[in-house]
């Protein structure tokens, strides 16, 4: 089991997963979002590519209107 | 004729419409579209946000038409540190490099944290940004952010959403009259008057967001602050007179009822 912490929460995961398997099990679309991992902006192209570690920080993001 | 050529041209990018555009506050996401074709509106903001993972969430830029600009602002930035993350952010999302660099950390009026922008300013203009920062409107502070690397200047009319229209006037004036970066009125337009006023005075285009997207029909309005936009510029390229103290007949006294005694 690992932790993760989504967007400033604490939550666990029962395996091992990268960054897409992530975003799927949110059920999101992955062009409408921005990942960062531990600060730093992850490829969409990457995220299969990159394992997710105990205590990772992960904030997904996206665009909503504003002024 | 004189307008016909009459662009505005902000890190390098031509705009036909002095007009830009918040995306925020609207009834619903289509809203956007509709108003941006009515607005005719080419440059327009967005902002950056956590992902809710407990709702369904859309992207706003979806429903922006193609062809328009996209900048996104580091709204939720409460110093320097924070907004140049927003921006790279923001770049890396394939949201281009425009970006206006808003900083805040007073949650009553909203007033933007000067230094803070300004610091941000240079570091992202250093990177390659095209940036534009809302500041208050004080010549001292437009100077510094021109000289840190500013496209252009955006000093506020009156507080955020406040529909307040041009309360610092005189001051966005001096910032007119000096600025060599285009200075763009940001924040408090609630009319398409004050909009027209601010083109009239010299401004080079105005952003509104609150004004169209909480009026009862914002793609009504959007046409009317298009139109304002247009009116204003059009009046300051045609230089009107500035206000006379006595009045001045329009028609000719030719005094023929004076000879008729």
Sequence with gaps: ?67 | MKNANDILVIGGKKFKSRLLLGTGKFPSPKFVTEAIKASGSELVTVALRRVDLTSKNYNILSYIPKGVTIMANTSGARNAKEAVRIAKIARAAGCGNFIKVEVINEMKYLMPDNEETIKATEILAKDKFVVLPYCMADLVVAKKLQDSGAAAIMPLGSPIGSNKGLQTKELIKMIIENAAVPVIVDAGIGRPSHAAEAMEMGADAVLVNTAIATAQDPVLISRAFSLAVQAGRFSYLARAREEQKYASASSPLTGFLLTEK
């Design chain 1, 1 to 67: 089991m690992i932790k993760l912490k989504l967007n400033g929460k604490d939550e666990h995961f029962k395996s091992a997963l990268t960054i897409l398997g992530l975003v799927k099990s949110k059920k999101l679309v992955p062009e409408t979002i921005v990942v960062e991992h531990n600060g730093n902006i992850v490829d969409r192209t990457k995220w299969d590519k990159v394992k997710l570690k105990n205590t990772d920080a992960i904030e997904i993001i996206t665009f909503m209107g504003g002024g």
